[in-house]
């Protein structure tokens, strides 16, 4: 492991990408910072963002030195989830998007149960939905079905040697590769649902895949 923290390096990495989403890191940031849970840094991925994005993350890092951020051209989530996946230095993984937001033991839930069954590598549930609970079905997208059927990629929680050995997410699915990543995943390692809540879904947000596939 590459040591570039002056103190301890973190336990739990949290991987944030955004595009053009300056106006939501003021939610999902702060949620970051208030945990219970401190051995951790969050890796922002900007996938192009053309809005005052880097102006809102970098008065962030400037009085918290946890917080990193990289910037590519506009490429898809996937490969910036990778991105993300080849910086981190934790022990294990944790996502958050740009426009969501954590509840303040989120991540101290997850570690202790990560700790207590460490023959588990990837573990994901704990959503709260705020808005339609109804996406279109990766299957058939003339379809909907309820996210409590879905693989919700935004709250996996898993080993970081885990995501490295898979390849990361596939670049050539535009949706629903969280699901695609998971079916993939089980076949290898050992996967658990962990419904206890945590994680604020907002599904409002405009220019969501969810909502324009």
Request: aromatic letters at 12%; a negative charge; glycine letters at 6%.
């Amino acid at each position: 492991m590459i040591d570039i923290y002056k103190g301890e390096n973190p336990i739990v990495s949290v991987i944030m990408v955004t595009y053009n989403r300056s106006a939501y890191l003021s939610r999902s940031i702060p949620s970051f910072l208030e945990q219970t849970y401190r051995n951790t840094e969050l890796i922002v991925v900007d996938d192009g963002s053309e809005d005052n994005t880097f102006n809102v993350v970098n008065e962030f890092m400037k009085s918290h030195t946890n917080i990193r951020y990289m910037k590519h051209s506009n490429r898809n989530i996937s490969l910036s989830k990778n991105v993300g996946i080849r910086a981190a230095i934790g022990k294990y993984i944790s996502f958050l998007d740009s426009d969501d937001a954590y509840q303040d033991d989120y991540l101290e839930m997850r570690v202790q149960y990560m700790e207590a069954n460490p023959r588990i590598d990837l573990i994901e549930g704990g959503a709260i939905v705020i808005g339609d609970p109804d996406v279109k079905n990766k299957n058939n997208l003339s379809e909907k079905i309820h996210l409590s059927d879905c693989h919700i990629g935004a709250t996996f929680f898993g080993k970081t040697e885990m995501f490295i050995a898979m390849g990361g997410f596939n670049k050539n699915i535009p949706y629903s590769e969280d699901s695609e990543f998971w079916e993939k995943a089980e076949k290898k390692f050992t996967l658990r649902k962990f419904d206890t809540p945590g994680y604020f879904y907002y599904r409002s947000t405009p220019g969501s895949i969810c909502n324009t596939v």
